[in-house]
């Protein structure tokens, strides 16, 4: 657990050099805020990222927030997106919105990218600021996910299923956990699940180096806070 004190947030290095760079909506999220009814209400989208996932959201007529950890990130927003878009660094674990003020949390490919115990951590920002009756979609990566395979081979797990995996740029200094659905129903179990499906990711498809394709799965998340 020390090793894990050390080692400060990799990602704005990673936003700033382009290593990460998703700028098209994820066609699985796509799908979800289809099927959902159109309502006027606030969005957090955490670990926003590039934006991505923000326009989507108003086109649902939500007033997305986004907030991330990396300022580069925040800026891009801001200089490629629109000036006026509501984005904000900040850092997952303390959420600076009040208790039951938001309507919905995006916690799209973000919430498993530290410990475990920090992870619960943003679970429990995200069960105090949902209204109740407010919604939560979630992308979690599964331990069937090709990286899980790739952190057991050549990773430092440095708790259970959760591991460093410095062997390629991009993924330098980040943390992984990997969820199984046991552990998923236990950490969402204050939410009335109404979607839970173990899906690849159209954006995270990928040839491995050996040839072989990758299996990105991700547990996917919908769910609603008790009234
Ligand atoms: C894999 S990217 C996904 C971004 C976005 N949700 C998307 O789908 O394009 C993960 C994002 O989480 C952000 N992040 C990592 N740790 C964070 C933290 N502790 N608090 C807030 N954001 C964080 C990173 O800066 C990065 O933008």
């Given at each position: 657990m020390e090793k894990v004190k050390d080692i400060s947030n990799p990602w704005e290095g990673l936003i700033k050099e382009g290593a990460y760079n998703l700028q098209k909506p994820e066609p699985n999220l796509l799908k979800i805020l289809k099927a959902s009814e159109r309502i006027d209400a606030f969005a957090l989208d955490l670990g926003c990222g590039l934006g991505r996932h923000l326009a989507p959201l108003q086109e649902k007529g939500f007033q997305p927030i986004g907030l991330d950890i990396s300022p580069s990130a925040i800026r891009f927003i801001r200089k490629e997106l629109h000036p006026d878009s509501k984005v904000i660094v900040g850092d997952m674990k303390v959420l600076p919105f009040e208790d039951e003020s938001l309507d919905l949390v995006l916690a799209w490919r973000s919430v498993y990218l530290q410990s475990f115990k920090e992870m619960l951590q943003s679970v429990d920002e995200i069960k105090r600021t949902l209204?109740?009756?407010?919604?939560?979609?979630?992308?979690?990566?599964?331990?069937?996910?090709?990286?899980?395979?790739?952190?057991?081979?050549?990773?430092?797990?440095?708790?259970?299923?959760?591991?460093?995996?410095?062997?390629?740029?991009?993924?330098?200094?980040?943390?992984?956990?990997?969820?199984?659905?046991?552990?998923i129903r236990?950490?969402?179990?204050?939410?009335?699940?109404?979607?839970?499906?173990?899906?690849i990711l159209e954006d995270t498809k990928y040839t491995q180096k050996d040839g072989r394709p990758s299996t990105n799965y991700y547990w996917i998340v919908v769910?609603?806070?008790?009234?």
């Open positions: 209204k109740p009756g407010g919604k939560l979609i979630a992308a979690i990566r599964s331990t069937r996910n090709t990286l899980y395979f790739i952190g057991k081979e050549k990773g430092v797990e440095i708790e259970e299923n959760t591991f460093i995996i410095d062997d390629e740029k991009y993924l330098k200094g980040v943390i992984f956990h990997f969820s199984h659905e046991q552990e236990k950490v969402f179990s204050w939410l009335t699940i109404t979607y839970l499906n173990e899906e769910g609603e806070k008790p009234r």
